[in-house]
């Protein structure tokens, strides 16, 4: 079993540096675009690119359901896709990837989609990179909130597209999302942008010590 295991981490890791270098090869030389910020009656397009949702099924339903709610109470639409509820015997691979690629493309083109935000993350992530279409993710230029695997996702779309995405909290992984700040934050960032901010304990709310003070400017990746 340990051997399978360290078997499956060296492929995903070969995988994943292979995706990296063919992303590398056609790279987004040009203009970095911001997406619009997020306004009350905007729709949020909730997604599981990184696996299919057929085998965490109930739970699935139960997030979406509490999400929309919450969604909802903020101002905002919510859509999901059925054919993300396909039944699949697989949780990743070939039987799954072209899907999860056609749903997130699908998204992405979608003139009533304004956000597509993950439910939760996965090593299928990398799986999608080759078939997500970038050149319509410029076009469109959606927020697209997650992390984790997500990131595989995200540092792609930039690469290849040029687009800002966001490093944020994820539906699925947090139960009690609608009682924690980081969702405010999260909210609060994409519907009143700022030129900076001050950065404070999430726990109390008061502000970073600087063990040594300076200045400093460089772009944020990753």
């Known amino acids: 079993m340990k051997f399978k295991t360290k078997l499956l981490t060296a492929f995903v890791a070969i995988f994943a540096v292979i995706s990296f270098f063919s992303l590398r090869a ?7 675009l911001v997406p619009k910020a ?3 009656g905007d729709t949020i397009c909730v997604l599981s690119p990184c696996r ?4 965490r099924i109930k739970l699935f339903e139960e997030r979406i359901f509490e999400i929309t709610k919450d969604l909802e109470k903020r101002g905002f639409n919510v859509v999901t896709y059925e054919e993300a509820f396909t039944p699949s015997p697989l949780q ?5 990837e072209q899907l999860r690629a056609d749903l997130f493309n699908k998204a992405v ?3 009533d989609v304004d956000a597509i935000f ?9 799986h999608i990179l080759d078939k997500i279409d970038y050149e319509a993710f410029r076009e469109n230029k959606k927020i697209f909130v997650g992390y984790s695997d997500i990131t595989a996702i995200s540092s792609a779309i930039f690469e ?8 944020g909290p994820m539906m699925g992984k947090e139960p009690n999302w609608k009682e924690t700040l980081c969702f405010d ?11 900076q901010t001050e950065l404070c304990n999430i726990d109390d709310n008061t502000p970073f010590k600087a063990f040594k003070s300076g200045k400093c400017e460089a772009q944020v990746f990753g």
Do not use: C, R
């Open 92 to 96: 990743l691979g070939d039987e799954t």
């Open 26 to 32: 056609s790279a987004f030389d040009g203009e970095i």
């Open 52 to 55: 299919t949702t057929s085998y």
């Open 38 to 40: 997020l306004k009350e």
């Open 160 to 167: 290849k597209s040029g687009v800002v995405t966001f490093h």
């Open 118 to 126: 993950a439910i939760w993350g996965g090593y299928g992530a990398m």
């Open 185 to 195: 934050n999260l909210f609060d960032m994409l519907m009143n942008p700022k030129q």
């Open 109 to 111: 083109k979608d003139p």
